[in-house]
């Protein structure tokens, strides 16, 4: 009760501090196609679930995503490390 009163308060801060800007809706073609897409992928679930766990895809997903983007993780790493000058990485 208490997380939903802190995260209540945060959304309307947020809404009331970016009110300013103006962001228009997508046309109706792309939200139904979005929204079907979504039905079809979680219509599905169950079908999913007889051949890979939910809990797998849950760990495998990051993982993947890491690697798709491995060189891209190791300069932001190599960034962060830099900054530490106790390392004294150069």
Known sequence: MIITLILNALRGLLFG???W???PGLPDEIMNGVNNFLDIIFG???L???FIR???LSIVIPILIILLNF???YKFVMWILKKIPVLNIK
């Open 48 to 50: 999913l679930g007889f």
């Open 17 to 19: 501090v970016f009110s």
């Open 44 to 46: 599905n679930l169950s």
């Open 21 to 23: 800007i103006n962001i």
């Open 71 to 73: 060189e891209e993780v």
């Open 54 to 56: 939910p809990v797998t």
